[in-house]
Nanobody, 127 residues
Framework: VRLVESGGGSVPAGGSVTLSCVVS???????????LAWFRQPPGKLRRAVAA???????RYTVSLKGRISISRDNANHTLYLAIQNLIPEDTAVYYC???????????????????WGQGTQVTVSS
């Protein structure tokens, strides 16, 4: 499985950004029950969850970011997206795409649930 993120860069506060993650390979043994998620790691801090989306369309957002973020996917192009609006300097981080098998109706936001990770894309928000 290969995950390749893109779309990061320097963005002014108040702006927006859309990150992309192209997924290739065979995520789940059942071929259909999988979760895709976004995590982020601010400089000097731990990596934390942002949002997750299942093959069944279920979506889960980190509560603190809900309202400013939107996760979506394009199945035809095997691409996962994350849109972030009203960016603030605290959104500065390396954003990672992750994939793993889905074990319930909803996808969780626990890092250990995701076996495959991308290399990350840097988003820097300037004030």
């Amino acid at each position: 499985v290969r995950l390749v993120e893109s779309g990061g860069g320097s963005v002014p506060a108040g702006g927006s950004v859309t990150l992309s993650c192209v997924v290739s390979g065979y995520i789940s043994s059942t071929s259909s029950d999988y979760c895709l998620a976004w995590f982020r790691q601010p400089p000097g801090k731990l990596r934390r969850a942002v949002a997750a989306m299942g093959d069944n369309g279920s979506i889960r957002y980190t509560v603190s970011l809900k309202g400013r973020i939107s996760i979506s996917r394009d199945n035809a192009n095997h691409t996962l997206y994350l849109a972030i609006q009203n960016l603030i300097p605290e959104d500065t981080a390396v954003y990672y795409c992750a994939a793993g098998s889905r074990r319930a109706d909803d996808c969780d936001l626990v890092q250990s649930s995701y076996r495959y990770w991308g290399q990350g894309t840097q988003v820097t928000v300037s004030s």
